[in-house]
């Protein structure tokens, strides 16, 4: 069991020494524990270490009735008694040492797996911004022939403004011609209501008028 332990130490220490130093093998054991997380994996890693975390507890109660029997019995220290409780004590110490350098390699591993994250996104942000100020840096040339078509847009719009001044103007006049003929259309037509009024009344006087020259001619035949 101890043995099993330190082995189990040393290859976490292996692993903490491999994500310290920028080499290939870091490359492979992120690699490595990325796979061992995806699936079924971590459900595994956490039943061995609650597995590892129980035998911890029950190594370190063991060790303290011991100490316990020892203490109650007031007797003399039995060199077994030793033994066992100093080879519990190391399981627990490296048992606990143990989880405790797993909890380092997970840890080392998610800041690792976050910083490659980060720097691929900031890399992908660097060539965004690149291609960004290349394409909005336009040569010389082009701000010229950009700035003289602009001064001919300018020219255009001017010369739109003008003619569209010019034409407000003759609408503006066309409508008062309008008005005024509108008016003197409405004159025209009083003026000939006016006159048909009247010649209805001169005919209506010249009936009369005939009528009686009419009627005195009659008179004189009697």
């Given amino acids: 069991m101890i043995q099993l332990l330190f082995?189990?130490?040393?290859?976490?220490?292996a692993l903490i020494v491999a994500?310290?130093?920028?080499?290939?093998?870091?490359?492979?054991?992120?690699m490595g524990l990325d796979r061992l997380k995806r699936g079924r994996g971590p459900i595994v890693v956490k039943t061995v270490a609650a597995t590892v975390f129980v035998l911890m507890v029950a190594t370190?109660?063991?060790?303290v009735a011991i100490q316990r029997r020892w203490i109650q019995d007031e007797a003399e220290v039995n060199p077994t008694d030793q033994v066992i409780l100093a080879t519990r004590l190391l399981e627990a110490s490296l048992m606990g040492f143990?989880?405790?350098?797993?909890?380092?390699?997970?840890?080392?591993?998610?800041?690792i797996r976050e910083l490659r994250i980060r720097r691929k996104s900031a890399e992908a942000v660097k060539k965004q911004n690149r291609v960004f100020d290349d394409n909005r840096s336009p040569?010389?040339?082009?701000?010229?022939?950009?700035?003289?078509?602009?001064?001919?847009?300018?020219?255009?719009?001017s010369r739109l403004?003008?003619?569209?001044?010019?034409k407000s103007k003759e609408a503006s006049s066309a409508e008062a011609n309008a008005v005024a003929l509108k008016k003197q259309s409405e004159g025209f037509l009083l003026e000939y209501d006016r006159l048909l009024?009247?010649?209805?009344?001169?005919?209506?006087?010249?009936?009369?008028?005939d009528r009686h020259f009419s009627f005195s001619d009659s008179k004189k035949v009697m």
Avoid at 98 to 111: N, T
Avoid at 161 to 166: M, Q, S, T
Avoid at 197 to 209: A, C, H, I, P, T
């Fill in 98 to 111: 143990s989880l405790f350098l797993a909890l380092m390699v997970d840890r080392l591993h998610h800041y």
């Fill in 197 to 209: 009024e009247e010649n209805q009344n001169l005919r209506s006087q010249l009936q009369s008028l």
């Fill in 19 to 30: 994500f310290v130093f920028k080499t290939p093998l870091r490359k492979l054991v992120v």
């Fill in 161 to 166: 403004e003008k003619h569209l001044a010019e």
């Fill in 60 to 63: 370190v109660y063991n060790a």
């Fill in 139 to 157: 040569a010389p040339e082009e701000i010229k022939v950009l700035e003289d078509e602009m001064s001919k847009l300018r020219g255009m719009i």
């Fill in 7 to 13: 082995g189990l130490i040393f290859a976490e220490m």
